[in-house]
């Protein structure tokens, strides 16, 4: 792919990107036969969560595929997705603390605290700021190799963040499980890579020595 | 009486809603087939008929939820576990014809036809604030008549504590149930006290209708002090029961849903407080409003639980 390929496609998927925001602003005021249904603000809430977790599945997806295709373009990709996730989360936080709550603090403090679904979303929201935070280019320089250990943080969100899905179901957990499978696939890969790649670096200079011991 | 000309309590407490309500009808039928959420309410309409009513006591005079409202944001898990599952999904049911198997201890049991069962009874128009275990409360124009009215004819002896009652088993017609999230069928209980309040309904109707299917057709029990999970729907069996009967949540989680269910405020649910209710309509930027204990109607149940431990008996 071509630096200038690559350019328009990164505004593409930017504004594909927007497309659930979008349909939301429109089902809020009701336009083009879209609706958010009789309890508009659980709907906003659940939509922009599921929303946060799908770009977060999307974005731990962009490693395992780009090893699979040998597309390394792929990578350019992964931040604004990663970014798009943290949106996503922050909006569907700011829907509940600011429409349902109506940032009572009181309320707010006392939900984190008493139910569990809310302290593990909340801490993977918290996990997620420095992750966006040092997301630019000068940081990454910045940290250097430190930089990479940081974002290894994203496996800890997205399982926090997957697990506050399935304990918030009532009891019908099949979507949940849907996400709850997708992460397991994605997480098992690189599991997987790093025991494969753990093994070959193992076997690999006792091969290449067996080789010039015994040549054929 | 006829049913045309007469004023109906909800016109009288909230006009401006009913109105809302007619305006939304016509707009339905204008709106038909632009699209799915918009014709939504078209459907809805369709397969109700009007009922003669009466008023009856006890009504609130907080303004209804919209017909809207009421028929498409159900809780209603053999239609799907959606909110607009069982407004999707309930559409072809067929409520007739319906019997009901009165059982257990009465002198009376037996099959009985939906005419036997409703008929002799005069239809009330009961407003009731309707609060759910997840948080959220409606104001719903029922139609139906005292659940105790009914059990009486069937005559309980002495022996019978309590009541339970069965939902109609048929994956066929309830798709919901061709997916084990519950244990089928579904099972609610009351004492033969709760049952024999004057309070509780045995609800045929909704907003001078017959009850839509997914709202539970063609009879649903409301106990308006209960959590709604209580008041079960499409009801084909009676028992009158010496012990207390095991109910369908209860069974599925034990630590979060109890036999009583009744609406308290001060007992929250594991996972979320039942301080504050949302009420449904009332708009992106309403403030939720404080849940009351048995939803308002303390005055006419506390005395049902004296002296038993709610916190326990949740």
């Known amino acids: ?216 | 009486m006829n049913s045309s000309s007469k004023i109906r309590s909800w016109e009288i407490t909230s006009e401006s809603n009913y109105l809302n309500r007619r305006q939304f009808i016509q707009a339905a039928g204008l709106a038909a087939g632009a699209g799915a959420a918009a014709a939504l309410p078209g459907r809805a309409l369709a397969a109700v008929r009007e009922l003669d009513t009466v008023p009856g006591p006890y009504s609130t005079d907080e303004a209804p939820n919209s017909w809207e409202d009421i028929t498409t944001y159900n809780n209603f898990y053999e239609f799907g576990t959606g909110k607009e599952d069982p407004y999707r999904n309930a559409q072809d049911f067929q409520p007739r014809p319906w019997s009901v198997k009165v059982s257990g201890e009465c002198e009376k049991p037996g099959n009985y036809d939906y005419e036997d069962i409703v008929g002799p009874n005069t239809l009330e128009d009961r407003v009731y604030r309707h609060r759910c275990v997840e948080a959220w409360s409606m104001v719903v124009p029922w139609v139906g008549f005292p659940l105790g009215d009914l059990l009486k004819r069937f005559e309980p002896n002495s022996d019978a504590k309590y009541v339970r009652f069965k939902t109609l088993y048929d994956p066929q017609r309830m798709p919901g149930q061709r997916r084990a999230v519950l244990r089928w069928p579904y099972v609610e209980g009351l004492t033969i006290a709760e049952a024999m309040h004057p309070l509780t309904l045995m609800a045929v109707g909704v907003y001078g209708k017959e009850l839509p299917n997914q709202n539970g057709a063609p009879l649903r029990l409301v106990i308006p002090w209960k959590y709604g999970f209580k008041g079960i729907k499409s009801i084909v069996e009676i028992e009158f029961a010496r012990r207390q009967p095991d109910t369908s949540w209860e069974m599925a989680a034990p630590h979060e849903y109890g036999f009583y269910a009744n609406v308290n405020p001060e007992v929250d649910h594991p996972r979320w407080s039942q301080a504050r209710e949302r009420r449904i309509g009332a708009g992106l930027f309403a403030e939720k409003q404080a849940t009351l204990m048995f939803n308002g109607y303390a005055e006419q149940v506390a005395s049902l639980y004296s002296g038993l431990d709610l916190r326990k008996n949740y």
Not at chain 1, 12 to 39: K, R, T
């Open chain 1, 1 to 216: 792919m071509t630096a200038s390929s690559i350019r328009a496609l990164k505004v593409v998927v930017f504004g594909l990107c927007l497309v659930p925001l979008a349909m939301l602003a429109l089902a809020v005021f009701g336009v083009g036969g879209l609706s958010l249904g009789a309890n508009p603000i659980e709907e906003l809430i659940h939509q922009l969560g599921k929303w946060g977790l799908k770009f977060l599945l999307i974005t731990l997806a962009v490693t395992p595929l780009r090893k699979l295709t040998g597309w390394n373009w792929l990578i350019r990709f992964r931040r604004m997705l990663g970014l798009f996730a943290f949106f996503y989360v922050l909006l569907h936080f700011l829907v509940y603390a600011g429409l349902d709550q109506r940032f009572g603090l009181a309320v707010i403090i006392e939900d984190i605290a008493k139910r569990p679904f809310i302290t593990i979303g909340m801490a993977a929201l918290l996990l997620l700021l420095p992750l966006a935070l040092t997301s630019t280019k000068g940081m990454m320089r910045r940290l250097g190799k430190r930089w990479q250990k940081l974002h290894r943080l994203v496996y800890v969100i997205a399982i926090l963040g997957v697990w506050h899905f399935y304990w918030q179901v009532k009891l019908d957990t099949l979507e949940a499980l849907i996400y709850v499978s997708i992460l397991a696939v994605l997480l098992g890969y690189r599991l997987l890579d790093w025991w494969r790649r753990k093994r070959w670096k193992a076997a690999g200079p006792r091969s290449s020595h067996d080789r010039i011991a015994h040549p054929r």
